[in-house]
C-alpha cells in the first residue's frame, strides 16, 4: 500500500506476491518481469488531448502526471496501460454534426528516436436520447464508471464509492428513459445468469434499453469487488493493488475484472478449449485462438461438491475442488486419485499429461496473451473456510456481509428499477 503513488506518478506497474514462495509465485514473477522488460516502451513522453471547440476536458484517468488542462507527462508508456478522458460540451446543444477528439504522444524509443504518433477520432453528434443509448458501449461505461468510484473511494472514502456507483447506474437509466416498463415473467436482464433451459423466475422483471441491460450487473459486482466492498477481511496490500490495475486496465481487460467468468472443469464440452480460426466471440486469445467453454452463474448454486470449477477475472485463476470430485477428474488436473489423506497446500494445477489437462492448459495460456496478464492459479478446496472465504468474494450473484452488498441481483435490479423511475 505504501508503494501506490510511484507507480501512479511515473507510469509504472505494481505487482503483487504475497507471502511469496518459489514453487507457487515464481512462474508469476518470471512472466511479469520478462512481460516488463520486452514489451514495446516509449520513455520522456508528453500526451495532449485536443477536443472539438465547445467540448472542454474535466478529468484523466490513469498512471501519469498532470502538466496542464490537456497536458499529461509519462515518464514511460506501454501498452499494458490506458487511460481515460472525461469530457463535457460547454453549450446546452451541440451545433455540430460531429465532433473530434485527438490525442498526440511525443516519446523517445528504446533506441534514443525522438517520435509523435497522433490518434484522431471524429465522433456524430445527435439531439436524440434513443441514438445515444443505442452507441453505448457497456464496457467501456463501465470501465469509466468504476476509475470515478476509484477517485471517490480515495478522497471520500469506500461507503461514498459505491454510492456513487449506484447513484451513476440510476442516473444513466433514468437519463434512457429506462425503468419504467415492466414486462411479467419474460426472460430479461431481470433474471441474467439463469442457466440455459432453466425456468426464468415468474415474476415481474424491469425492462431496459438492450445497450444498458447489464448496467445494473456490473454495478453491483463492482461494489461487492475487493475494491469497493466493505468489512475487514480484504488485506490494504490487496485492495491497493487491485485499485492500481483498475486505474490502468483497458476495457477488454477490465470487462472480465469487473464480471468474472467461471467453467465447469469436470464437464467440458467436447469442442471446448480447441484450436480454432473462427474469429467468433466464444474464443479467445490472438496468435491462437481457443473455444471458450460455456459460463457458469457466479453463484454458490452453480457449485457441486463432485465438480471442479475454475473462475478468473484478468488477475487470479481460482480452482475450486469440490470434495466428491471423480477419481479421474483429480487424477488429471492434480495427479491424485483422492482428496483424503493428501496434504491439498502442496498439490499444483497439472496443466500436461492429460486431454484435460492439456485444454485447461490451452485456456490459461490464451486468456494470458488475449490480455497481457500472468494469472496466479490458486487451488480452493470445498470446506476450507480461509481459501473458500476468498473464492466467494467474486460470487457476486449471491448475497455479501457487509454494508450494501446482502442482495442478491434480482432483489438489486428492484431497487435500480424503483429508483430509475
Known amino acids: ?13 505494481l505487482c503483487y506476491y504475497p507471502g511469496f514462495q518459489q514453487p507457487r509465485d515464481g512462474a508469476k514473477l518470471s512472466a511479469e518481469l520478462t512481460r516488463v522488460l520486452t514489451r514495446p516502451t516509449g520513455f520522456e513522453a508528453v500526451m495532449r488531448v485536443r477536443a472539438t471547440k465547445g467540448l472542454r476536458i474535466t478529468a484523466f484517468h490513469g498512471n501519469f502526471s498532470i502538466r496542464g488542462t490537456d497536458l499529461l507527462a509519462l515518464p514511460n508508456c506501454h501498452p499494458d496501460a490506458s487511460f481515460a478522458v472525461e469530457m463535457v460540451h460547454e453549450d446546452a446543444v451541440l451545433s455540430t454534426g460531429a465532433v473530434s477528439v485527438q490525442a498526440a504522444l511525443l516519446y523517445t524509443t528504446s533506441s534514443g528516436e525522438r517520435r509523435i504518433r497522433v490518434h484522431t477520432m471524429a ?17 467501456c461505461l463501465s470501465n469509466i464508471l468504476a476509475r470515478q468510484a476509484l477517485d471517490t473511494a480515495l478522497k471520500s472514502g469506500l ?27 419474460m426472460a430479461g436482464p431481470g433474471v441474467y445468469g439463469v442457466p440455459p433451459g432453466s425456468q426464468a423466475p415468474q415474476q415481474d422483471t424491469p425492462t431496459f434499453p438492450e445497450t444498458l441491460q447489464l448496467l445494473p450487473l456490473y454495478t453491483m459486482a463492482l461494489q461487492k469487488s475487493p475494491i469497493f466492498r466493505g468489512g475487514s477481511d480484504i488485506r490494504p496490500d490487496e485492495r491497493v493493488f487491485q485499485m492500481a ?7 477488454e481487460t477490465s470487462r472480465y475484472f469487473i464480471y468474472p467468468r467461471m467453467f465447469a472443469l469436470h464437464s467440458l464440452p467436447a469442442d471446448a478449449c480447441e484450436v480454432t480460426t473462427e474469429p467468433e ?14 459460463m457458469e452463474n457466479l453463484s454458490a448454486e452453480s457449485l457441486r461438491s463432485d465438480g471442479v470449477f475454475m473462475l478468473e477475472n484478468s488477475i487470479d485463476a481460482f480452482v475450486w475442488v469440490g ?5 479421474d477428474v483429480l487424477s488429471a488436473l492434480l495427479g491424485v486419485q483422492s482428496l483424503n489423506q493428501v496434504e491439498f497446500g502442496q498439490l499444483q494445477l497439472q496443466r ?20 497481457n496478464c500472468s494469472l496466479q492459479v490458486h487451488l480452493v478446496r470445498e470446506g476450507d473456510q480461509a481459501s473458500e472465504t476468498r473464492f466467494f468474494r467474486y460470487l457476486v450473484d449471491d448475497r455479501a456481509s457487509f454494508p450494501d452488498g446482502g442482495r442478491t441481483y434480482s432483489e438489486f435490479m428492484m431497487q435500480i428499477s424503483r429508483h430509475a423511475r
Open 281 to 294: 466471440a466464444t474464443t479467445v486469445g490472438k496468435t491462437v485462438r481457443v473455444t471458450v467453454p460455456p
Open 159 to 185: 461507503d461514498a464509492a459505491r454510492q456513487r456507483l449506484q447513484t451513476s447506474c440510476i442516473d444513466v437509466l433514468r437519463g434512457s428513459k429506462a425503468g419504467a416498463g415492466m414486462v411479467p415473467g
Open 1 to 13: 500500500a505504501t508503494l501506490k503513488e510511484l507507480p501512479k506518478f511515473t507510469g509504472g506497474s
Open 123 to 139: 465522433v456524430p453528434t445527435s439531439n436524440l436520447v434513443d441514438d445515444v443509448v443505442k452507441a453505448v458501449d457497456i464496457d
Open 352 to 371: 500436461t499429461g492429460t486431454a484435460l489437462a492439456a485444454k485447461v492448459d490451452r485456456l490459461i495460456k490464451a486468456i494470458e496473451e488475449d490480455r
Open 323 to 327: 470434495q466428491a470430485a471423480r477419481p
Open 245 to 251: 490495475k483498475l486505474n490502468v486496465m483497458g476495457v
